[in-house]
C-alpha cells in the first residue's frame, strides 16, 4: 500500500495526464455516440444568455441586411398569397397537408462553421415550444435538426455535421438521394445514393423529399455544382451548393409537425 | 492586483474573447484560431504540475461548454499543459528561470517567445484536429487545417501579449 502511494505521488504529473486525457476521450466518444449526437449538458441557459448578449451587440450592425432579407421573403410570401387566393383551387393544400406544420420563428445567437461537426444555438426552447428532432429552416433552404433543447435555448445540428443525413429529391427528375455535409467546405455539400442512370445539370434543383417527418416536402436544399460519376459502383454523388449561407445565418424557423406523434406511435409499432 | 484575482481575470477574459470574436473568424471554415492558450502560456514557470494539469483540463471544458464539444478542447489543453514543462526545458538550454516568475516579454526576449507560442500552438492544434475528426483517415485535411492555423494563432497570441506589454504601464491583464 505504501508503495502503491510512493508510485503514484513519485508519477502524478504522468498519472494525472493520462486520466485527464481518457476523462476528455470518454466525454468526446459519448458526445459522438449519443442519439443525434446529443449536446450533453451544453445548452444550459447560461451559455445560452452569454451568446445572446454577445449577439444582440453585433446584430445592430446587420440591420439593413437583416431588413433586406426579411423584405425579399415577405415579397415571396406575398406572391404565393395571391397564387392561393387567384385560383380556385389553390395551390397549396391549405385545408390538409401544409397545416400540419407550424413554424416557429427563433433568432441564431452562435455559429460555427468551422468545426468538423458544427452546432448552432438559438433563442427559442422547450418553453416555446420547441422538441429534439424538429427541423430547421431559414428563407433561403434548410439550416438542421434540433439536437438538444433548455428551457430558453436549442442547439441544432447543423447540416454542417459529420452526422447530419437528410432525404433530399432533385427537382427535374423526382430522383431521391441523401444529403450528408463531406466535412470540407461550409458552402458544398454532397448527396450520395444517386442511380447511376440519373443525369444531373449544373444548376439543378434540389430539394427536400416527401419520405422525412422532419422537414416538409418541397423545401429548397440547394442547387448542384457537379455531378461525380464513379465507375465501380451502381450510385453517383453529386456536389452541391447550400441554399443556406450558414455563414450569416440569423433567422431561422423551427418546424413543428402536429402529427409526429401519431407518426411516432406508428414507428413505434414495427420496431 | 493580486496575483491569483490576475489569473481568474485572465481566463474569463480569454475565454469569452475566444468563444466570442475569435470563434467568429472563418476563412473558408478551414481556419480555426486559438488565442485562449495564452493562460496555460503565461502561468508561472514553477507551479506544481498538478495544478497546471488541472488548470489546463479546465480552461479547455470551458471552451468546450460554449462550442457543444465536451472533452475536445479539453483533452488538447491537458496535452499541452502536459508539454509545456518539456518544452519550456528545450527550447531554453541553459537559459535559467531563478528569478522570473511568470513567462512573459518583459523579462524574457521576443525569440523566445515566439519559440515557445510556436510550440505550444503546434501541440494544441494537432491534438485539436486530430480529436475532432476522432480517426486518422482524413489526414491530408487534418495537416492542410493545422498548417493554416497555427501560424495564424501565433500571429494572434504575439500580437496580443505585444499589445498588452506596451500598455503595462496603465493597468495590467
Avoid at chain 1, 228 to 240: Q, V, Y
Avoid at chain 1, 241 to 269: C, G, Q, W
Avoid at chain 2, 24 to 46: A, D, E, S
Avoid at chain 2, 109 to 133: K, N, P, Q
Wanted: a neutral charge; hydrophobic letters at 45%.
Amino acid at each position: 500500500m505504501y508503495n502503491l502511494w510512493r508510485f503514484i505521488l513519485k508519477h502524478h504529473f504522468v498519472i494525472l495526464f493520462i486520466l485527464l486525457e481518457v476523462i476528455s476521450i470518454l466525454l468526446l466518444a459519448r458526445s459522438q455516440n449519443f442519439h443525434r449526437n446529443r449536446v450533453v449538458n451544453t445548452t444550459n441557459d447560461a451559455v445560452g444568455q452569454v451568446y445572446e448578449w454577445s449577439s444582440e451587440v453585433g446584430n445592430y450592425f446587420r440591420l439593413n441586411k437583416t431588413n433586406q432579407d426579411l423584405a425579399e421573403e415577405n415579397a415571396w410570401l406575398r406572391q404565393q398569397l395571391a397564387m392561393t387566393t387567384d385560383t380556385t383551387r389553390s395551390f397549396f393544400d391549405i385545408e390538409g397537408r401544409d397545416t400540419i406544420y407550424e413554424y416557429i420563428p427563433a433568432q441564431v445567437v452562435n455559429n460555427s462553421i468551422g468545426q468538423a461537426n458544427n452546432y448552432i444555438i438559438i433563442n427559442k426552447g422547450r418553453a416555446d415550444g420547441i422538441e429534439r428532432d424538429m427541423g430547421v429552416i431559414s428563407s433561403d433552404g434548410i439550416v438542421g435538426v434540433v439536437a438538444d433543447v433548455s428551457r430558453h435555448y436549442a442547439s441544432i445540428l447543423s447540416l454542417l455535421h459529420s452526422h447530419s443525413v437528410v432525404g433530399v429529391r432533385f427537382k427535374n427528375n423526382q430522383e431521391l438521394g441523401s444529403l450528408k455535409w463531406g466535412n470540407n467546405n461550409y458552402r458544398y455539400g454532397i448527396v450520395e445514393d444517386i442511380p447511376a442512370h440519373v443525369v444531373l445539370q449544373e444548376g439543378d434543383t434540389v430539394l427536400t423529399s416527401s419520405y422525412s417527418f422532419i422537414f416538409p416536402e418541397d423545401l429548397m436544399v440547394g442547387t448542384v455544382e457537379e455531378s461525380r460519376p464513379i465507375s465501380s459502383g451502381a450510385l453517383n454523388t453529386a456536389k452541391i451548393r447550400f441554399a443556406t449561407d450558414f455563414a450569416t445565418l440569423r433567422y431561422v424557423y423551427v418546424i413543428h409537425n402536429l402529427h409526429k406523434p401519431e407518426l411516432d406511435s406508428l414507428k413505434a409499432n414495427f420496431q | 492586483m493580486n496575483k491569483t484575482a490576475l489569473q481568474i481575470l485572465r481566463f474569463v477574459v480569454l475565454v469569452l474573447f475566444q468563444v466570442l470574436v475569435i470563434n467568429h473568424i472563418r476563412l473558408g471554415g478551414y481556419v480555426h484560431p486559438c488565442i485562449y492558450l495564452i493562460f496555460i502560456m503565461l502561468l508561472p514557470v514553477y507551479i506544481p504540475n498538478w495544478q497546471l494539469l488541472l488548470l489546463g483540463f479546465g480552461l479547455g471544458f470551458s471552451v468546450d461548454l460554449f462550442t457543444g464539444t465536451p472533452g475536445l478542447h479539453a483533452g488538447a489543453t491537458t496535452l499541452m499543459a502536459f508539454c509545456r514543462p518539456s518544452i519550456i526545458r528545450l527550447i531554453s538550454g541553459t537559459q535559467k528561470f531563478e528569478n522570473i516568475h511568470e513567462p512573459n516579454l518583459d523579462q524574457l526576449d521576443g525569440m523566445w517567445f515566439l519559440r515557445y507560442t510556436i510550440c505550444m500552438v503546434f501541440v494544441h492544434h494537432f491534438a485539436l484536429f486530430f480529436l475532432e475528426s476522432f480517426s486518422f483517415h482524413l489526414i491530408g485535411q487534418i495537416l492542410l487545417r493545422i498548417l493554416i492555423s497555427v501560424p495564424i494563432s501565433v500571429f494572434l497570441i504575439m500580437m496580443i501579449l505585444y499589445i498588452f506589454k506596451a500598455n503595462k504601464k496603465g493597468e495590467r491583464r
